[in-house]
Nanobody, 121 residues
Framework: QVQLAESGGGEVQVGGSLRLSCAASGRIFTNYMAWFRQARGKEHEIVASISWGSGTIYYPDSVKGRFTISKDNAKNTVDLQMNSLKPEDTAVYYC???????????????WGQGTQVTVSS
């Protein structure tokens, strides 16, 4: 069993920055970590993923150039640095762990409790 705990959410003004952190514990037999978000009334959307081993990274176009995912294998943590935030980035952000490289919510096996990010104008 893998436990994931997010931290670092909050409210920020347009153009500001936030850093989210995900601490993973338990039996960590997963290859990929990702950050998803879910805005009110919308589906889950991947915002970044990273491989524990190779460090291969994926970003969708909606956040490319603004968000940066990073990992610390020794600490079992994955961070998401979010810059140039926009109102449309407002959502609950979730850390996820899974065995495959996928952009699908259903492809991940473990989830954190989520942390709210609000970008105000």
């Amino acid at each position: 069993q893998v436990q994931l705990a997010e931290s670092g959410g909050g409210e920020v003004q347009v153009g500001g920055s936030l850093r989210l952190s995900c601490a993973a514990s338990g039996r960590i037999f997963t290859n990929y970590m990702a950050w998803f978000r879910q805005a009110r009334g919308k589906e889950h959307e991947i915002v970044a993923s990273i491989s524990w081993g190779s460090g291969t990274i994926y970003y969708p176009d909606s956040v490319k150039g603004r968000f940066t995912i990073s990992k610390d294998n020794a600490k079992n943590t994955v961070d998401l640095q979010m810059n140039s935030l926009k109102p449309e980035d407002t959502a609950v952000y979730y850390c996820a762990a899974g065995p495959y490289s996928t952009t699908s919510w259903q492809g991940f096996s473990y989830w954190g409790q989520g942390t709210q990010v609000t970008v105000s104008s």
